[in-house]
């Protein structure tokens, strides 16, 4: 199964599998798609521990997107 485009991420919601520490650094998160799930690198502005749940606001591409905290 091929990635999921820009326009299907933006608003799902994900787990976050790796903490994210904010700014620069990246995390990782789980998006549930198609009765399975994806892993993508995840940005933050503000640290997200792991296991939170967050919502996908932008793709930056490379399969990495922007996130922010429920």
Known sequence: ????????LVGRTAHVR????GGAEPG????????GSEAYIAYADQTVPQGSEVVIVSDRGARSVAV???
């Open 68 to 70: 922010a905290p429920l």
């Open 1 to 8: 199964m091929s990635a999921l485009g820009p326009e299907d």
């Open 28 to 35: 990782e998160i789980v998006v549930r798609i198609r009765g």
């Open 18 to 21: 790796t903490a994210i520490p």
